[in-house]
């Protein structure tokens, strides 16, 4: 397999805590790419170690062939990968309008026809023209969701890196904005490197997944394996028992 | 089953320069020692319905009901001496995320004691005791350190924990849960969900769950009420969930993906106007 993105040995601290402990993964282009542990696993760190957010200590990270610097990221890097936060009420500028909010990315990468971009930006996110002017406060959770995945999308990425982008969402948000997501990734044959803590979400969304725990992958398995209960490691287990749903008397 | 609260035609409505913002729309209700789970979006009310019964609705909205009684107290009339002097005694009140509501510069324990001795006549060493004895029964390891730590120190499941312990320690009648699991990793919501069913069940306490997941509440509650612009659209047994009739509780189920069921793309809710008339 010819990765896209793989970390290798990747590691991660923060001051004496080690966030990443010489993790490995691969990514496939074009593939979805799940990833769940609890909090404090060490999944977020990861990706946004991919994104050049959290200070790298050893094992590096390649880009389609090419090694990153575990710092610095040029603005092509930006081009090819985007992020999606988790938070929609946190990762939009209170004081811009959405149509000043989807021009940055364009200015900050020269790329001209801002105009006919931008709308088909607000289209292809299912909002609309209609939203261009409007300020994120005039807008519910699912629509910033969407203006910030519009935001990810406007300078075509062929990587998308999603930090929980529906965990801060109604359960019925939930399933337009991973429609989207799914859609945007088929017509534009984008690779996903997918966070969350649901596994649900995860096994819907994702063809492989890596569980992690206390910095260290336990587990990679494919969504098939997962749904079947082709589990070996207990933890995987625990997390299966959890996104049942709640049993009376399963918790002594 | 004696009735503990009773809900009837429920009005919450906030003005706003652009006119009335009706959040709650007459709702019914009933509770005795059991658990009611209110489920709906954002917006549909259910946390409004929570605080008007706790009197938390801020001073500017207008609450109106034909009747809004607990245990033998109208709480629309109660004055404000006797409405703060039932709630955290006999009414509690959980928050969906520890992080914003605890106390960020008062220890775990001093804000228990202090719960603890606004509402009891207690000493400082029993109230200490009681606190340490709360915190274990909410599952704490080690309660007596955690009694001195800051709100920052521990995890958010623990937090939540340390509020459980902090709204049980007066001995509630009524229990308030406004998503008090949310904010936490799933297999922490599981353990915080037991201790919280293990309590009620012992105390014998009414609880009302208020959460947008129509499955974890069906799977804890007894009765679920699915709300809807500010409305009761449905009540429900929770084990006939299966048997739901209205579209927006059948959209509300369908919706979420779930291990085992290949649906591509999700089914998403088709909202239609006559359900918020």
């Known amino acids: 397999m010819t990765a896209i993105v793989s970390a290798e040995n990747l590691t991660v601290t923060y001051d004496d805590f080690l966030a990443l402990d010489t993790v490995s993964i691969d990514v496939a282009p074009g593939e979805s790419f799940g990833l769940v542990g609890e909090s404090g696993s060490g999944k977020s760190t990861l990706l946004r170690a991919i994104a050049g957010l959290s200070p790298v200590t050893s094992g590096r990270i390649v880009l389609d062939g090419k090694p990153l610097d575990a710092k610095y990221r040029d603005k092509a890097f930006y081009r090819q990968v985007q992020m999606v936060f988790q938070d929609p009420y946190g990762s939009l500028h209170p004081r811009q309008t959405v149509d000043r909010l989807l021009q940055e990315p364009l200015a900050i990468h020269g790329v001209a026809d801002a105009e006919r971009r931008i709308l088909r930006a607000l289209d292809e996110v299912g909002l609309g023209s209609s939203f261009r002017f409007r300020y994120s406060h005039q807008l519910s959770g699912g629509q910033r969701q969407r203006i910030a995945i519009a935001r990810a999308l406007i300078i075509e990425p062929q990587i998308m890196l999603l930090d929980e982008p529906t965990s801060a969402l109604d359960a019925s948000v939930q399933a337009e904005v991973l429609n989207l997501l799914e859609q945007v990734r088929r017509d534009r044959k984008l690779t996903y490197i997918m966070v969350s803590h649901d596994l649900g979400v995860v096994t819907h969304m994702c063809e492989r997944l890596a569980v992690m725990k206390n910095g260290k992958v336990v587990e990679r398995l494919s969504s098939a394996d997962l749904v079947a209960g082709r589990l070996s490691e207990d933890y995987t287990k625990n997390l299966m028992v959890a996104s049942k749903g709640f049993v009376r008397n399963a918790v002594a | ?277």
């Open chain 2, 1 to 277: 089953m004696s009735t503990m609260l009773t809900v009837d035609d429920l009005r919450v409505s906030f003005p706003t320069r652009t006119g009335l913002i009706e959040a709650v729309r007459g709702v019914s209700f009933t509770l005795g020692r059991e658990r009611l789970g209110i489920v709906g979006e954002s917006g549909s009310g259910k946390s409004q319905t929570g605080r008007a019964i706790m009197g938390l609705t801020p001073a500017h909205a207008k609450v109106s009901a034909s009747k809004l009684n607990f245990a033998g107290i109208d709480l629309l009339t109660a004055p404000a001496k006797v409405r703060r002097s039932l709630r955290g005694s006999r009414i509690a009140m959980i928050l969906q995320d520890p992080k914003y509501s605890l106390n960020p510069v008062m220890s775990i324990g001093r804000q228990i004691v202090e719960t603890l001795r606004t509402h009891e006549n207690v000493g400082k060493r029993e109230a200490r005791d009681r606190a340490i004895a709360m915190l274990e029964a909410v599952q704490i390891r080690d309660a007596g350190r955690v009694f001195d730590l800051h709100p920052h120190e521990v995890s958010g499941g623990m937090g939540q924990r340390a509020m459980i312990a902090m709204m049980l320690i007066a001995g509630p009648e009524l229990l308030v849960a406004d998503e008090p699991t949310s904010a936490l990793d799933v297999t922490v919501q599981l353990e915080v969900l037991g201790i919280l069913d293990k309590l009620v069940s012992e105390r014998g306490m009414g609880l009302i769950f208020i959460s947008h997941d129509l499955r974890l509440v069906s799977s804890f509650c007894d009765r679920v009420i699915v709300m809807y612009a500010g409305k009761i659209v449905e009540e429900l047994v929770a084990s006939d969930l299966g048997n739901a009739k209205h579209p927006y509780t059948q959209g509300l189920l369908n919706c979420m993906p779930t291990l085992g069921t290949d649906r591509h793309p999700l089914p998403v809710l088709d909202r239609q106007p006559e359900w918020a008339l």
